[in-house]
C-alpha cells in the first residue's frame, strides 16, 4: 500500500469515527489524498461533476417527489386498506399489513427511509392501539421498510448501476423483484408466527362488499406502480420518463382525485424532495472522487491476482459478511458508491454474472439499514413508537435473520434473482 493511499484510508476513517458526515468525509479524505500525491486540486470538481452527470440520475427527484405526493396526497390509506382486506383476518393482522404496505410502498418510491417515516406516522400507532408492543411495532416497520430499496424502482440500484457501469438499471430491477417477494413473505410469515404466540389481534374476514370497495378505491394508486414497471420492463420508456410520469400521475391522483394537495403545499414538498435529493448527488459526485482515487492506486489490480484463486462461492461469502459488517457502520449510499466499484469487477473477474452481484451487493447494504448501531430505519421508527432502539433492535433480529438467509439464497442460488432478467432478454 503506497504512503498516499495509506493517508487516504487513515483519514477516512479517522473522520468517520469523528462523525462527520460521509459525503463531506469523502471529499476531504479525496482532498487530502490528491495534495499527498502532488494532483491539482481542480480536479475534485471534475470529478464530482462526472460523477453526478448522468442522466439517469434524473429519476431520483423525480421518484423523491412522488413520494411527497403519495405521502400529502392520502395515497398510502388507499393502498394500507387493499392489503388489509387479503391479510386482515390473520393473526398480527396490522403487521402483516404494515409489510404489504412497504412492499407496494417501495414499488413506487424505492426509498427506505420515506417507507418507514411515511407508513411508520400512520401504521405504528395502530399497533399499538391493537395491543402489540411498541417495540415490536416499531421493529416490524423498521424492518418492513427495507423492502424500499429492494423492490424496484430503487434509488440505491440506480445510484449502484451508475457507479459500477456495466449493469443495465431495468435488469437489475427485474432482478430484485423475485427477492422482494419472498422477504415480503418471510417477513409476514415471522409477523404472524410471532403475533400467534403473543395472541396478537386480527381481523374478521372482509365480505365481498368490502373487498370490491378496497379494490376500486386502490385502483387509481395501483395504477402508479404498474405504470412505472410496466413501461419499464416492457420498453415503453426509460428510467428517468417513468420517474417524471410517475410525478405527472401522482400529482393528478393527490391534486384533482383526492383533492388533498393545493397550491399552498407544493414549496414544502419540493423543499423536502430537494433536501433528500441533494444529499444522494452529493454523495454520488463525493464518491467518484474516491473512486478515482482508488482507481488511480490500482487497487482493483492488485486485488483481483490474489481472489482470482478462490471459487466464486467463497468470494460471495466473504462479501457478505464483509458488507454486514460494513451495514452496521456506514450507510447504503455512501457504501455503493465507495464499495461496489471494488467488489463488482473483482465478481465479474471471477466469471460471475454482473446482476447477480449487483443484487447481492445491493440486498446487503439495505440489510444494513437496519442493524446496530447505526441503522438509520431504528433511528426513524422508534422515536414514532416512543421506545428505546435496543428494545427495538431485540424485537427485529427475526425479521433481520429471515431476510439474511433470503440474502444468502439469492447469493448461492443465482437463478433466484436471475430468472426474470433471463425471460426479459437482459442476460
Not at 493511499?5 to 477516512?12: E, G, H, N, R
Not at 471529499?27 to 442522466?55: C, H, P, T, V
Not at 412497504?102 to 426509498?111: K, N, P, S
Not at 457501469?165 to 423483484?177: D, H, N
Request: one cysteine or more.
Amino acid at each position: 500500500m503506497s504512503f498516499a493511499l495509506t493517508i487516504l484510508v487513515a483519514v477516512f476513517l479517522f473522520l468517520m469515527v469523528c462523525g462527520l458526515p460521509i459525503a463531506f468525509n469523502l471529499l476531504l479524505s479525496s482532498m487530502i489524498y490528491m495534495l499527498a500525491r502532488g494532483f491539482d486540486l481542480m480536479l475534485i470538481g471534475q470529478k464530482m461533476y462526472e460523477g453526478m452527470s448522468s442522466f439517469s440520475f434524473l429519476a431520483v427527484p423525480f421518484f423523491v417527489i412522488t413520494g411527497q405526493l403519495m405521502l400529502k396526497g392520502k395515497l398510502l390509506e388507499t393502498l394500507i386498506d387493499f392489503v388489509n382486506v387479503f391479510f386482515g383476518r390473520y393473526k398480527g393482522a396490522v403487521a402483516i399489513v404494515t409489510i404489504g404496505a412497504a412492499l407496494l410502498m417501495g414499488a413506487i418510491v424505492g426509498l427506505a427511509v420515506a417507507s418507514a417515516a411515511a407508513l411508520g406516522v400512520f401504521l405504528i400507532p395502530m399497533m399499538k392501539r391493537e395491543g402489540y408492543s411498541s417495540a415490536f411495532a416499531a421493529a416490524v416497520m423498521s424492518s418492513a421498510s427495507l423492502l424500499g430499496p429492494i423492490m424496484p424502482p430503487s434509488v440505491l440500484m440506480i445510484m449502484y448501476c451508475i457507479a459500477v457501469g456495466r449493469t443495465s438499471i431495468a435488469g437489475l430491477f427485474l432482478a430484485a423483484v423475485v427477492p422482494a417477494v419472498l422477504i415480503t413473505t418471510a417477513q409476514m410469515l415471522v409477523a404472524n408466527h410471532i403475533a400467534r404466540k403473543r395472541n396478537y389481534s386480527s381481523y374478521p374476514p372482509a365480505t365481498g362488499a368490502e373487498m370490491r370497495r378496497a379494490i376500486r378505491k386502490a385502483i387509481p394508486a395501483l395504477f402508479l406502480p404498474a405504470i412505472i414497471l410496466g413501461g419499464i420492463f416492457g420498453g415503453v420508456f426509460t428510467i428517468t420518463e417513468a420517474s417524471a410520469i410517475a410525478v405527472l400521475y401522482s400529482a393528478f391522483l393527490a391534486v384533482y382525485v383526492n383533492r388533498a394537495i393545493g397550491l399552498r403545499d407544493v414549496p414544502s414538498i419540493f423543499m423536502e424532495s430537494a433536501l433528500t435529493s441533494g444529499l444522494v448527488l452529493l454523495l454520488a459526485g463525493a464518491g467518484s472522487d474516491m473512486a478515482w482515487a482508488i482507481a488511480t492506486e490500482r487497487v482493483l489490480a492488485s486485488l483481483i491476482g490474489p481472489l482470482s484463486a478462490i471459487p466464486p462461492w467463497l468470494f460471495l461469502l466473504i462479501v457478505n459478511i464483509l458488507l454486514l459488517i460494513n451495514g452496521c457502520f456506514m450507510d447504503d449510499y455512501a457504501s455503493v458508491v465507495i464499495l461496489a466499484p471494488i467488489i463488482a469487477p473483482v465478481a465479474w473477474a471471477l466469471g460471475i454474472e454482473p446482476l447477480h452481484i449487483a443484487a447481492v451487493i445491493c440486498i446487503n447494504l439495505v440489510i444494513g439499514l437496519a442493524t446496530p448501531p447505526f441503522g438509520i430505519t431504528l433511528f426513524v421508527t422508534s422515536p414514532i413508537a416512543k421506545v428505546k432502539i435496543e428494545d427495538t433492535v431485540r424485537e427485529a433480529i427475526p425479521f433481520l435473520v429471515v431476510t439474511t438467509m433470503i440474502l444468502f439464497l439469492v447469493t448461492f442460488v443465482p437463478e433466484v434473482c436471475l430468472f426474470l432478467p433471463k425471460t426479459f432478454g437482459y442476460i
